[in-house]
């Protein structure tokens, strides 16, 4: 697992043991931020279910602002901070260790893209979406990035936010939903 690109590129980040978390491949990586890469830059990221925290630390190399990573598991907390270190971009990135839709539930700012990426047939994906959408954390023109199995059908979502298309790798989707206006 390395960062593609940016001003941290080719940089190896650290991975988490066991089987708990499943890192989001180099490929399907490499789709998304083709997707989105026009979106980054001096943007506010929010990086929901950190894991080894490789999509904040991918959109800070490529010029996003800051980034906020919330994993509940102590040991990814740690993960993240040592991947920050390693990509010196730690300055840029902060690191909640805690519950994911508690931290939502007490966003007050928002974020011009928001990553979700829970561990498949969770649950998580819809509620935090729904939560989402619910406090209206996303900026105008703001994008949610939703990672799920290629079967599983992600909800429609009420105005302003507006669900995009369906990006798929292998195994994998990608779902895209904007805020408008």
């Known amino acids: 697992m390395?960062?593609?690109t940016g001003s941290a590129r080719g940089k190896r980040l650290k991975e988490l043991e066991g089987m708990?978390?499943?890192p989001t491949t180099d490929r399907v990586?490499?789709?998304l931020?083709?997707?989105i890469q026009f979106d980054l830059e001096g943007r506010r990221v929010l990086d929901l279910f950190g894991g080894t925290g490789q999509l904040g630390i991918e959109a800070l190399s490529r010029g996003?602002?800051?980034c906020d990573f919330v994993d509940l598991r102590k040991d990814a907390a740690a993960v993240i901070r040592a991947n920050l270190k390693e990509t010196r971009l730690e300055d840029r990135g902060r690191v909640v260790q805690g519950d994911s839709l508690s931290f939502l539930a007490g966003c007050r700012g928002k974020?011009?893209?928001?990553?979700?990426d829970p561990p498949y047939a969770s649950g998580l994906l819809e509620k935090a979406m729904e939560l989402v959408c619910k406090i209206d954390i996303l900026s105008e023109h703001g994008i949610m990035?939703?990672?799920s199995a290629a079967d599983h059908v992600l909800p429609d979502v009420e105005a302003p936010y507006e669900?995009?298309?369906d990006y798929r790798y292998g195994k994998i989707k990608i779902t895209l939903y904007r805020r408008g206006l």
């Open 2 to 4: 390395r960062v593609i």
């Open 20 to 22: 708990e978390t499943r």
């Open 29 to 31: 990586k490499e789709g």
């Open 33 to 35: 931020f083709n997707i």
């Open 64 to 66: 996003a602002a800051s």
């Open 111 to 116: 974020y011009d893209v928001i990553f979700l």
């Open 145 to 147: 990035v939703c990672e």
């Open 163 to 165: 669900k995009g298309r």
